[in-house]
């Protein structure tokens, strides 16, 4: 730990002059960001403010990354501000061994004095910490960033407000709470109160405006604002923001801005929001404003003062949208009113939403058929969705939204039907059909990459083409590749005599189409009269095509010729088996102007060559399990329905084609749960994992081990074990010549029909730190630890920067020998070094799982140089 590391440099300051005082005052505040760079790589931001005229500046910063690895983060870069306050930015990135939940700390010696809520505050430690949730299945995650500094002064008996602002790129939930200020090792300050109010301290757990009403006393005081995130009503990660208020006795009344209400704008138009503060004193006021829209690079929002007079300020919060501001949640902008009083400059903030709306689709256009309709529209213009949703009503509703609400709302009384990526969809209820009788009406929204909604189209509404003459049956009597047959029957028409100028003679004309949806059809045949109403359709694929039909009535008399209503559409039975282990899944495919009721599945017995009625199921899929995996297996399925002429009920029924599927096991088994450790000290990682087959699968026959020295590089399958109950390996680094200990894993399961499942999570280990420096050794010429050298294990280390100092400060040994080898003897020199006590520094580049990584290691070393001393080749 960072605090346990500077205790020994505090030792070594009774050894060496010139080292800077570490114990001066100085951190104010500060947070941990982070940028997801990869599966496992973060790039983290350490940001602090600190005391400019203190002393102490720190070029660099200890990261602990919380899988017991720490890295040296040099300053990034720093920026004035007011008040004696100094920004200072640490960047560095990292890779996690594995998924797994992490704790980022930063910990600093000292916070300021005179703390008043934190005892001793000038001896306690300052630190802040952010949690990773790494985990592949969320989805890449970058932590908010904090845009408004704190850094604001506050008045004795004045509210106080703070809102840091948090700017989340994802769109994910942010929730606010107050939190405990930590010291060493991250943990909370013991005796830390929140400071004291006259009424109330807190923070609001949705906006994040801290108010503090109001400081009774005067002095310095810390607190903790702690940041989660949620994403689909799941934690994925927190940051906490320490930040020190100083409380100022002061006549100085803050100003106060006028509130102001969300705006909600169009993509495309600019939002213009005018801005007024007022200072009951008569000081000016100064605006400021942060947010995530001045961050774009392209059109970022602007903020301007269009007039400034002693005790008001008007300014113009300005920002011409683009399609990449569309965004699901709205943007908090906050603004900063801070007046300029000689004695104690005070602030106060207001919050403006800004919702940027993407564009609605257009040009919705409705083509009913029997029992179907389709629905064409328009892709918003520049803007480009994700997907479109599809709501449906029955009966028009003139729906008008206020200027925020996006999508439609359940209260509308749309039905959501379908989601799709194309501009066009066939609403037939998901292959229920619709139902005649009825207006449907419809609306389209967009739904842009974070799911923010547009604004639902235009509506538009239709009913179902009545069909006619009604078609009663398609039915497959012969199931043949080329040679299939189909039975069409439909209803003789009636009531001729009301449409006028049918006077006869009539004729059927007859389509099909090699589709569900009559997408293809053509004239086939015709039949003349009114009495002949079946059709047999022969020659036909029906062993691999669908085919659908319509029935046209024609009015065939010479000179008077005309099409008698619309024609229905309807189709065959088609089913769709799908193999899987000792099971085949059937899904029943139709478009049908009558409603079926249930299905009769039957399957081939091939003792008798006939077809026996296995079950009878109201749902359009049907499992059948329980089956041998490798034996062919035939169905076919019969519908029983009902159709309507003048609102008499008639039974219909229809049979499918025949078609055969055989059951294989072609279902992955479930991954493993694999653990990881090291062995240090035998140089073997040790895997284990548990046996799929006592959970979620039943025939796991094998093991197959994954491995890469390098998280950057894929996994490489390096073993097989044999055995569903062997659920361990050791890899034996030292024995395969690996230079590294640090290295990732997989296992992936294998079944009996050699179907291998997805890996399990990678998990690394990168914990074995087993580059050692000796505290003592003798040069004293007796063969006996004469050299000093490094504990180096498998040579793995080749390269590192050794300096070693005598107790003035003087340089008396360096080298890039990753073995050190040092005899003593002082550089450029002959002379044995005097006994006593040195100090080491020294860069070591340790092969990781991300590469090459620096690791600095500090310590003495005990020169003994008479024989006297005794042996002391084992000590460490």
Not at 827 to 856: F, H, K, M
Request: net charge negative; aromatic share 10%.
């Amino acid at each position: 730990m960072i605090f346990k590391r500077l205790k020994i440099s505090i030792s070594i300051l009774m050894l060496f002059a010139g080292i800077p005082d570490l114990c001066a005052t100085h951190n104010r505040a500060g947070e941990i960001t982070y940028t997801q760079i990869s599966e496992l790589t973060y790039e983290i931001t350490v940001t602090t403010y600190t005391y400019t005229l203190s002393n102490v500046d720190r070029e660099e910063l200890e990261v602990e990354w919380g899988d017991g690895t720490f890295t040296n983060v040099p300053r990034y870069d720093l920026l004035e501000l007011p008040d004696y306050y100094r920004r200072n930015r640490y960047i560095a990135r990292h890779t996690f061994p594995g998924p797994g939940i992490y704790v980022v700390l930063v910990q600093d010696p000292n916070r300021n004095f005179g703390v008043e809520n934190i005892p001793n505050s000038v001896n306690t430690v300052f630190s802040v910490k952010t949690t990773i949730f790494v985990n592949p299945e969320l989805g890449s995650n970058n932590t908010p960033i904090l845009l408004n500094p704190p850094i604001n002064q506050a008045g004795q008996f004045r509210t106080f407000i703070h809102n840091p602002g948090a700017y989340d790129i994802d769109g994910d939930s942010l929730a606010y709470s107050l939190a405990a200020c930590t010291g060493e090792d991250g943990e909370p300050i013991s005796g830390y109160n929140l400071p004291p109010a006259t009424t109330s301290i807190g923070i609001n757990s949705v906006t994040g405006d801290l108010v503090w009403e109001t400081p009774p006393d005067t002095g310095k005081y810390n607190l903790a604002i702690l940041i989660d995130e949620w994403r689909q009503g799941v934690k994925i990660g927190s940051i906490t923001r320490d930040m020190q208020i100083d409380v100022f006795a002061t006549e100085n009344i803050p100003p106060e801005t006028d509130s102001i209400n969300e705006v909600c704008v169009l993509v495309g138009d600019t939002a213009n929001v005018l801005i007024r503060s007022t200072d009951a004193d008569l000081n000016r006021i100064e605006h400021t404003a942060t947010g995530g829209p001045f961050l774009f690079e392209n059109s970022p929002a602007t903020i301007e003062t269009l007039s400034s007079v002693p005790g008001e300020t008007i300014s113009k919060f300005s920002w011409s949208t683009q399609c990449n501001h569309i965004r699901k949640e709205p943007y908090m902008v906050i603004i900063s009113a801070k007046d300029d009083h000689p004695d104690v400059k005070l602030v106060d903030i207001e919050r403006l939403l800004v919702k940027v709306i993407g564009p609605a689709p257009y040009g919705l256009a409705v083509e009913p058929g029997n029992a179907f309709i389709r629905l064409n529209w328009e892709a918003p213009l520049d803007c480009e969705p994700v997907k479109y949703l599809v709501y449906r009503k029955i009966g028009s509703l003139d729906y008008n939204h206020d200027s925020c609400t996006t999508g439609l709302p359940e209260e509308s009384g749309y039905e959501f039907v379908n989601e799709t990526t194309d501009t066009a969809y066939v609403d037939n209820d998901n292959g229920e059909g619709l139902v005649q009788g009825f207006d449907y009406c419809y609306r389209i929204v967009a739904e842009y990459a974070d799911g923010a909604q547009s604004f639902p189209s235009e509506e538009q509404c239709t009913s179902l083409a009545p069909g006619f003459p009604i078609i009663t049956n398609v039915s497959i009597l012969n199931t043949d590749i080329s040679n299939g047959e189909i039975m069409v029957r439909w209803a003789k028409p009636d009531h001729l005599d009301t449409v006028p100028g049918a006077t006869g003679p009539y004729k059927y004309i007859i389509y099909r189409s090699d589709d569900e949806f009559g997408m293809r059809l053509k004239r086939i045949d015709s039949i003349a009269g009114l009495d002949d109403t079946t059709y047999y359709d022969s020659g036909l694929n029906t062993s691999e095509v669908q085919y659908s039909y319509e029935i046209a009535l024609y009015n065939d008399a010479p000179g008077n010729r005309f099409k008698i209503g619309t024609p229905q559409l309807a189709s065959s039975i088609f089913l769709e088996l799908s193999p899987a282990d000792n099971l085949i899944e059937i899904k029943i495919r139709k478009n049908t102007p009558w409603l079926d009721n249930e299905y009769v599945i039957y399957r081939l017995n091939n003792t008798t060559a006939q077809f026996d009625s296995i079950s009878i199921t109201t749902n359009r899929t049907y499992s059948d399990s329980k089956l041998k995996n490798g034996t062919n297996y035939c169905y076919k399925v019969k519908s029983i329905g009902i159709y309507k002429t003048d609102l008499i009920e008639h039974s219909t029924l229809n049979w499918s084609h025949e078609t055969c599927q055989t059951p294989e096991d072609f279902q992955r088994p479930c991954p493993p749960t694999l653990n990881v450790r090291s062995s240090c000290d035998s140089l073997k990682n040790i895997l284990t994992w548990n046996n799929p087959n006592l959970t979620c699968a039943n025939d796991v026959v094998a093991y197959k081990v994954y491995y890469t020295g390098n998280s950057e590089l894929k996994l490489d399958s390096i073993v097989r074990i044999p055995g569903a109950e062997n659920t361990s390996y050791i890899h034996d680094i030292k024995g395969e010549g690996i230079e590294s200990m640090g290295g990732c894993y997989a296992v992936a399961a294998v079944d009996s029909f050699n179907n291998e499942s997805e890996l399990s999570y990678v998990k690394c280990v990168d914990n074995c730190s087993y580059y050692k420096l000796p505290n003592v050794f003798s040069p004293n010429g007796d063969d006996i630890n004469d050299i000093y050298i490094a504990d180096n294990p498998l040579n793995y280390v080749k390269n590192v920067d050794m300096k070693i100092f005598n107790r003035w400060g003087i340089l008396v040994f360096q080298t890039t020998n990753p073995f050190i080898e040092w005899d003593g003897k002082m550089q450029n020199s002959n002379s044995t070094v005097s006994a006593g006590v040195y100090y080491y520094i020294c860069d070591v580049w340790e092969p990781r799982i991300s590469g090459l990584e620096l690791r600095n290691i500090v310590g003495f070393i005990h020169v003994y140089t008479e024989s006297s001393q005794g042996d002391f080749s084992n000590e460490l």
